[in-house]
């Protein structure tokens, strides 16, 4: 039987076993035949308030019939279990929507495992130890049919739907609350900006307008559809990396660890004393100083290779916006990222001169100290922000519903005695469970809608332009634009909104049907006794 998220798995079986647990409490107790002896005493009742004497002994027995029959089948599919209807025999399986990083995610199954932190917090019910009896998968005929048929259409719907929902959404969230924790990075980033950006952007500002222009033209082009004029604005400018003059012949202002000394590069280290002497480690330090642009991009000690690798969830982020998003290259999806790290570190300006030689261990430690300053003021403002978007909410919900179907499983054994075996309860429990499972359906189509919404407002997915507004989003939430206010309010409303539409309509379809349902059965009373009840009152006349 195939569900729709990890955590029902394990809901559903505990469900099953709290309900076997109380369904054998009833049983044992006896307490199950309590509502066929008051079906009994309900009908003759009924007779005597109808005037049925010794000559309606058989419309009387027939009634009780009726209604014994009616309950017993209720008691037999609703409440009685049996191994051909096991949830073990069927296996519960849940297989997570592909995704561009996973196109073929593995299926997890309860017998097998899913293969997450639930196997082990959760081995009690896949051992059967939380009872003696090891009937705890056990379901009703009925209910069995009703998780059953509610699963198929679900797994049916969601497969007539061509899904186009590109993560957009989780690429969004995970830009949001990313952060960097990592103090030496903080650190390093702290230093390429003071040795290496500043240093160039200053020398940038200081330019003639002749100096800016190459053959003519302005070596920071306006309509450039890749960078811009705002290019400069940040530590991996473009412009930097390439024109000479920056970051191609400038160089760090200390030794950076990661990097061995160039005798062609740092001309400036001469010879110093014999080796393991105090001399040798001032003249000859252990690392070397590398041009800005190899601080920047080197593949092993890089600041950007680092940013982006720095972590498992700023990888996966990466890997989701290549997939994701519309990129000119490469290289400008890695700028973005970069970009964004650069933003969560919000380096600051410290004057290079103060550090002498190979001895910053002072300075460093400051700013390390500044950086998780930063860095602990940014997970709060993440946190916050987290707190009242819509990714979190869009994750909980499987979970409450996960939650509510093992309530619901739990309480219909006891609700179904103390319903006295009523038949209404019957199609009214299986129109509740089919209500709730269905949740899920509503769920696909708000992304399925929400995808398409957001497609049409960013033609083409750019992933520069998007990227460009997250980076925007994050100055405050002042800084929302319009696109994103109507995109929230719009996923908010199907996300919440279609599922109280869908159970408020399930809940009056059901309500009419047990009207309906509950006419019947006392025409069908009513006809059984009416017929006799007259005779004998003419009688009496």
């Given at each position: ?61 027939e009634a009780i019939m009726t209604r014994l ?414 696109k994103r206010m109507i995109l929230n309010t ?52």
């Open positions: 039987m195939q569900l729709d998220s990890y955590l029902e798995i394990f809901t559903t079986m505990y469900g099953w076993a709290f309900a076997n647990i109380i369904g054998e409490v009833l049983t044992g107790t006896g307490l199950v035949a309590i509502p066929f002896a008051l079906i009994v005493f309900s009908a003759w009742r009924d007779a005597k308030e109808s005037a049925v004497g010794g000559g309606g002994v058989m419309a009387l027995v029959i009616i309950a017993m089948f209720v008691f037999a599919t609703c409440f009685a279990t049996t191994p051909f209807t096991s949830l073990v025999s069927v296996d519960l399986r849940y297989t997570p929507e592909p995704t561009a990083a996973d196109p073929s995610p593995v299926t997890a199954s309860f017998i097998n495992g899913t293969g997450s932190g639930y196997d082990a917090a959760m081995a009690d019910v896949r051992n059967g130890s939380m009872s003696s009896t090891g009937t705890l998968s056990y379901v009703p005929a009925w209910w069995f049919a009703v998780m059953g048929i509610s699963s198929g259409i679900n797994n049916a719907v969601r497969d007539g739907i061509s899904n186009a929902d590109r993560e957009i959404r989780m690429v969004e969230h995970m830009a949001r609350t990313a952060t960097i924790e990592n103090p030496r990075l903080l650190a390093d980033i702290q230093r390429f900006y003071s040795e290496c950006f500043v240093v160039a952007r200053s020398r940038f500002l200081r330019m003639s307008p002749d100096d800016l222009s190459s053959n003519g033209q302005s070596i920071v082009a306006a309509g450039n559809s890749d960078y811009g004029p705002t290019d400069v604005d940040w530590m991996g400018s473009q412009l930097f990396r390439t024109e000479p003059g920056f970051y191609s012949s400038m160089r760090s202002y200390n030794p950076v660890p990661g990097f061995v000394v160039d005798p062609r590069r740092d001309t400036d280290y001469i010879a110093g004393g014999p080796a393991g002497t105090p001399e040798a480690a001032l003249i000859n330090p252990e690392w070397g100083r590398p041009t800005c642009n190899e601080w920047w991009l080197d593949s092993a000690n890089g600041i950007r290779p680092r940013m982006i690798t720095q972590t498992t969830d700023w990888q996966q982020l990466y890997q989701r916006m290549r997939d994701g998003l519309t990129w000119t290259s490469e290289d400008k999806a890695r700028d973005n990222l970069a970009m964004l790290a650069e933003r969560k570190a919000s380096p600051q300006f410290v004057d290079a001169a103060r550090i002498m030689g190979n001895d910053y261990d002072g300075m460093t430690s400051v700013v390390r100290a500044l950086g998780q300053g930063v860095s602990t003021f940014s997970v709060g403002k993440k946190l916050i922000e987290a707190n009242i978007e819509f990714v979190p909410m869009v994750n909980a919900l499987p979970m409450v519903q996960a939650m509510l179907l093992m309530g619901m499983y739990m309480f219909l054994p006891l609700v179904v005695f103390l319903s006295g075996y009523d038949l209404k309860f019957m199609l009214l429990g299986g129109v509740a469970i089919f209500t709730v499972k269905f949740w899920t359906v509503m769920w696909f189509i708000a992304r399925w809608v929400d995808a398409h919404l957001i497609a049409a407002m960013y033609p083409n997915l750019d992933g520069n332009i998007f990227m460009q507004e997250i980076k925007t989003i994050l100055n405050g939430d002042q800084s929302i634009g319009y719009v996923l908010m409303a199907m996300f919440i909104g279609l599922p109280l539409l869908w159970t408020a309509m399930m809940g009056w379809i059901g309500h009419r049907f047990a009207t309906e349902l509950g006419r019947l059965g006392t025409g069908s009373a009513a006809s059984v006794t009416s017929p006799v009840a007259m005779p004998r009152r003419g009688a009496r006349r």
